[in-house]
């Protein structure tokens, strides 16, 4: 292309400029425009990156934009695909705003390379412009032969490499691969010949200026390599968040009498530093040395040109915007096959995701709620004789918990208190004459109290002194009021702790792993740009949402399966109550979970501070639940936040339906249907909001 044929386009677009600004509204996109941005601004909190910048890309141009680091060119590149939100200004692409009802940029109208270079590194190539070509709705067919072009164009390795096996550059290229894949109409390449050798650097460049030829491509390019942006038709010269020149290149090195670009860039910057201060003075300055110095037929177009113009009034018709809300089964396939090949890929992984919580319900069943073993009580026993009523007390003591060890007074004290027996247990030399008199006369001196009671010293520095004391009070029975507990109403009469502990240990375990898988996924993802590079191709958050709960639903109910047949069949806690119940309600909870996990992956960037927060709510959650303890002994206050977190009464329906055999007609059931699925759609709802607010 000449440079005759470069400056057409842009004096052409001048002029449609200052007639738009003539005719006034109402306003359509100038055509043959295929990026326009008006008086853009962007922000990361107080720190202004784009101010008040415009820029224009000509439809079947490649625009190549430059700028120092950290001059903005990336948050730009985000701005006009629309992963972020700009906070001022007018951005249009192919004719509409990014991310309008029905455009479709993001989508597959755009090719979108970003600067990282997010690719799932289990993938091979083939995973991986497959994957991109299910998004695009490209047919398998087509797929393949873009694939074998591309393969061979950009000199890459077989197609069943992996991704995390290949070199830096080859890792580039396969990510250029996937933004050329479905021949969209709009390149957007965020550096892409970075750690790229001159060859295939010439190469990739030789083919933007082909596809550009036909005129129905346009690209637009950072690069550091100012002189390779020569190759472009127009260069945009950015500083400080702002456009300072933009133009042909043969236009703005003759109007620095610059010999190459680099030379007029640097020039530029100098002068703009010698202008002024302030960003904004330098720009209007320079912009006003464009107006000002420059021969009319300079296609030179000076920054801010744009600014008076109208923005476009853009209308929809409401079924477009539905379907443009809607989430498409294509794309949640895609990205449920992506996760299932990402899953087969890791196996190691995938068998302790399903392995995890069994070994966690196993080690609790195992060492919570037990009856101790081999506990060592000193007996100091005075009583000689074998008839005895302490030998008879004794010998109703569970030997297998508590073990007897007989001693004098001397050596039981100096034991326990040298750490080795946790209780001392005495009878006077006459317990059983004493005992006898107590029970059979009304009134007895002290001294035959004393001598006919059991004496009991106890370490109660461990929860161990509850046991020894229970198992003693089995002895208080036998010579006390006759008490005979009947058959349980509900559970046996051997329930033990164990059995109290488990329902809630299932829905916590469930819920817990699940926040911490989802979070993790998505907060990585987010942090390589895989999340954004999906959602410039095409995918909502909805879908990443929904896809992600279908996948996870998948490892939910392999985990449940295994959750269920080992506290059934191996430990044995008994249920009474439908199985279909005691499912339904574990998989909602894992819901719950995932939701929740969704709701932090929002809302927090960084994978350790979501790791952090899902820890910090794990312990607390575990202990106000009634999950360890029951809800009844919770202080006042406490109570009442207890009862409004997500497992407190999903806990208690599950105790119920299995141990007492409940159903969906009892209160304590469905309310904990009712909370979970109540906590289920908030969360969802908000992760929903925070993404959308945060885009
Ligand atoms: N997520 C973010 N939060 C806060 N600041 C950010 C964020 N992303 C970028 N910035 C800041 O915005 C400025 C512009 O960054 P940007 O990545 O757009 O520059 P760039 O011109 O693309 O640089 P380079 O050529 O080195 O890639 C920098 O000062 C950077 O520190």
């Not at 089995?474 to 164990?498: C, H, R, W």
């Not at 699940?514 to 095409?538: I, M, Q, Y």
Request: glycine share 8%.
């Amino acid at each position: 292309m000449s440079a005759d044929q470069k400056d057409v386009p842009l004096l052409q677009l001048k002029q449609g400029n200052m007639k738009a600004d003539l005719e006034a509204p109402p306003c359509p996109e100038p055509e043959g425009l295929a990026i326009r941005c008006r008086d853009v601004c962007r922000s990361y909190g107080k720190l202004k990156v784009l101010s008040n910048l415009n820029l224009t890309v000509p439809q079947g141009h490649i625009y190549g934009l430059l700028g120092p680091s950290g001059c903005g060119k990336t948050t730009l590149l985000k701005c006009i695909v629309g992963t972020l939100k700009i906070s001022w200004g007018h951005i249009s692409v192919l004719g509409k705003p990014p991310a309008f009802p029905g455009h479709e940029v993001p989508g597959r109208m755009v090719g979108y390379m970003p600067q990282d270079l997010a690719l799932y590194n289990e993938f091979t190539i083939s995973d991986t412009l497959t994957f991109f070509g299910r998004i695009h709705g490209l047919t398998s067919k087509d797929t393949q032969a873009r694939m074998n072009f591309l393969i061979d164009f950009l000199d890459l390795p077989q197609k069943h490499s992996l991704v995390r096996n290949l070199s830096g550059g080859q890792r580039r290229r396969v990510s250029l691969g996937a933004a050329l894949l479905q021949n969209p109409e709009l390149l957007i390449l965020d550096e892409p010949t970075v750690g790229v050798d001159p060859v295939l650097r010439a190469k990739i460049w030789q083919h933007l200026v082909e596809i550009v030829k036909t005129g129905k491509v346009s690209v637009i390019i950072t690069t550091h390599y100012i002189e390779e942006a020569r190759q472009a038709n127009v260069v945009g010269l950015m500083r400080n968040g702002r456009l300072l020149a933009e133009g042909p290149p043969e236009a703005v090195m003759k109007q620095h009498s610059a010999s190459t670009l680099e030379h007029a860039f640097l020039q530029l910057c100098e002068t703009s530093d010698q202008v002024g201060s302030t960003p904004q003075s330098r720009v209007l300055e320079d912009s006003q040395s464009f107006e000002s110095g420059r021969d009319e037929s300079r296609p030179i177009l000076g920054v801010g040109l744009e600014s008076t113009d109208e923005i476009p009034k853009y209308s929809v018709d409401w079924k477009v915007r539905v379907r443009h809300v809607l989430p498409k089964w294509r794309n949640i396939a895609a990205l449920m096959i992506k996760t299932m090949v990402r899953m087969k890929r890791m196996p190691g992984s995938l068998c302790f995701q399903f392995l995890l919580p069994v070994i966690q319900i196993s080690l609790m069943c195992l060492c919570i709620g037990g009856d101790p073993k081999g506990i060592q009580v000193a007996v100091v026993n005075n009583e000689t004789s074998p008839s005895s009523y302490s030998y008879s007390l004794l010998s109703f003591l569970d030997n297998s918990s508590v073990e007897q060890v007989p001693l004098s007074h001397a050596e039981a004290f100096t034991g326990i208190y040298n750490g080795e027996y946790w209780g001392v247990i005495g009878f006077s030399k006459n317990f059983t004459s004493y005992l006898t008199k107590r029970m059979l006369q009304h009134q007895v001196s002290r001294d035959v109290v004393d001598g006919g009671s059991v004496h009991v010293w106890l370490d109660l520095t461990s929860k161990l002194w509850a046991f020894v004391d229970n198992k003693l009070g089995s002895m208080a029975y036998l010579v006390a009021l006759p008490i005979k507990f009947e058959e349980p109403v509900y559970g046996s009469q051997n329930t033990d702790f164990t059995t109290f502990v488990t329902p809630g240990a299932v829905l916590s375990i469930t819920f817990y792993l699940a926040v911490g898988l989802t979070a993790l996924s998505f907060v990585l993802e987010r942090k390589e740009g895989l999340l954004d590079r999906c959602w410039v191709a095409g995918v909502s958050s909805l879908e990443t949402m929904l896809a992600h709960l279908f996948s996870q639903l998948f490892v939910i109910s392999v985990q449940i399966i295994l959750l269920l047949l080992f506290i059934l069949l191996v430990f044995k806690i008994p249920n009474e109550g439908s199985i279909v119940l005691v499912v339904a309600l574990i998989v909602l909870q894992g819901v719950t979970g995932i939701s929740f996990g969704l709701v932090i992956s929002a809302a927090i960037d960084d994978e350790q501070n979501a790791n952090q927060a899902a820890l910090g709510i794990f312990y607390p959650n575990l202990i106000i639940s009634g999950i360890i303890w029951p809800v009844e002994c919770i202080p006042y206050p406490l109570r009442y936040l207890s009862l409004v977190l997500p497992q407190t009464y999903a806990s208690e329906a599950l105790r119920c339906i299995m141990y007492r055999g409940w159903g969906l007609t009892h209160m304590m059931v469905w309310r904990g249907f009712a909370v979970t699925l109540g906590w289920n759609t908030f969360f969802l709802i908000l992760a929903t909001v925070i993404l959308k607010l945060r885009t």
